[in-house]
């Protein structure tokens, strides 16, 4: 008996074998890096009535390029290659990827993804889904829009960076840090905004500042490129097509409509009463924006508050420190500044007819019940016409720097 138990207990264990090898065994759909084409970004037009897709793929073959901080001589090999295809669909485009290369595509490292004008005026719902529903497509990428042809961009090289998709990222991710003009877009940030009640968004621009393209490994040795990529415009969509363009100073004046300052250089009059000079510099390095909707008969009013603090950087006028009336001089100088920025941005974001100041959010969790009648009117495009908007800047310098004299006063002594 004790023996039939034991031939019984090994059965099982002969039996259990197959089924456990299962679990030993790698991904169904496992790849080797030797066959992927890992690609750092992504740039879709539409031409000739179809996608056009163009990928960066990381050329594994330029770990010696000198581009970097860590190489020293130059390399023919390119740090990255580009791959152009068409089709009728997005993903028709990339399958064709596979006629062009050796390796199969891979996005899931992607970086950034740039959409031309060209997609941007027809509509961005296509590629949000795509990266939304694809398996291996981020939809933490940052989004970026470019004038003309969305792929040359794509070509450009890059000095002191052998990832071009990274160095991009970097900008935005620094320029948001540090100056905040534009806000940094990922795609699920994207489609957010233009799935909530505001029903719009803004892109930055990315564009080139020369005529010609530097995609040759020997010209990034030198001093000075003759054309870079820079950060230019704020696109502004509307449903899920874009409607027009804001300034770099009318982006600037949304950031602080939006609270998205997170660190800010305001150039300003140091003696405004008696001259219009702009000759201070003042880094604002703390900021918060409170809007209160409010409903006046027939119309909102947003109560705008917004509250900052910094430290001053430069000053070319004669002016003593010492003296509180020139510190209040100041921050008043600084604080009209900012109202001058939120005006020309409302005037021009109300022109466009899209609220990208995310107002219809604050209107629906204030006022709950008006939001519901002005959805079943559909009339939000009428009531957001007619806001009217309420700025408050109250600006405090906290320090002066290491002088509390301006050096032009010192040598006036």
């Known amino acids: 008996m004790k023996e039939q138990k034991h031939c019984i207990h090994k059965l099982r264990c002969l039996l259990l074998l197959p089924l456990l090898s299962t679990l030993l065994s790698g991904c169904w759909d496992d790849r080797e890096l030797s066959e992927l084409g890992i690609a750092s970004g992504s740039a879709y037009d539409w031409e000739d009535n179809q996608w056009k897709a163009t990928y960066q793929i990381i050329n594994p073959s330029s770990g010696a390029s000198g581009m970097g901080g860590g ?20 993903i028709e485009a990339i399958q064709r990827t596979n006629l062009t290369s050796v390796r199969e595509l891979f996005t899931s490292h992607s970086r950034i993804s740039i959409l031309g004008e060209s997609v941007a005026r027809r509509g961005v719902n296509q590629i949000i889904d795509l990266f939304l529903r694809k398996q291996d497509a981020r939809d933490t990428v940052y989004v970026f829009i470019a004038k003309g042809n969305a792929g040359r961009i794509l070509d450009q090289l ?12 970097l900008m935005i991710e620094q320029e ?51 054309s870079r990529l820079v950060l230019g415009r704020l696109a502004v969509l509307k449903g899920e097509k874009m ?34 000079k702009i000759d201070g510099s003042f880094i604002l390095q703390k900021s918060a924006t409170t809007v209160h909707p409010i409903w006046a008969k027939d119309h909102f009013i947003m109560d705008v508050n917004i509250k900052g603090s910094g430290v001053i950087t430069e000053i070319g006028s004669a002016m003593d420190l010492n003296d509180r009336a020139s510190i209040s001089q100041m921050e008043k100088s600084i604080e009209n500044h900012v109202l001058e920025l939120i005006e020309n941005s409302w005037q021009t ?14 209107i629906h969790r204030s006022d709950r019940k008006r939001w519901k ?9 009428t009531v957001f016409q007619q806001i009217e908007i309420r ?16 050096f032009k006063s010192i040598e006036q002594d």
């Not at 840090?177 to 029903?199: C, H, N």
């Not at 022109?351 to 604050?362: C, M, R």
């Not at 009648?373 to 495009?381: F, N, V």
């Open 71 to 90: 190489g020293g001589g130059s390399s023919s090999s390119p740090p990255f290659l580009t791959f152009a295809v068409k089709g009728k669909t997005i």
């Open 373 to 381: 009648q002005i959805k079943k009117d559909k009339s939000w495009d």
């Open 243 to 276: 409607v027009g363009w804001l300034s770099q100073k009318q982006a600037f004046g949304l950031t602080f409509i939006t609270s998205k300052i997170k660190m800010a250089n305001i150039s300003f009059a140091t003696h405004p009463q008696t001259s219009d």
């Open 349 to 362: 974001v109300k022109q466009l007819n899209a609220d990208v100041t995310g107002f219809a959010v604050k």
């Open 158 to 169: 890059m000095q002191l960076t052998k990832n071009q998709g990274a160095g991009i990222q």
């Open 391 to 406: 700025p408050h800047v109250s600006i405090k310098i906290e320090r002066m720097g290491l002088s509390n004299k301006s």
């Open 176 to 226: 948001s840090k540090l100056l905040s003009y534009y806000p940094s877009v990922r795609m699920f940030e994207l489609a957010m905004a233009l799935s909530s009640e505001s029903g719009s968004a803004v892109i930055p621009e990315i564009r080139l500042t020369g005529k010609d393209i530097m995609d040759e490994t020997s010209e990034t040795g030198r001093t000075d490129l003759p």
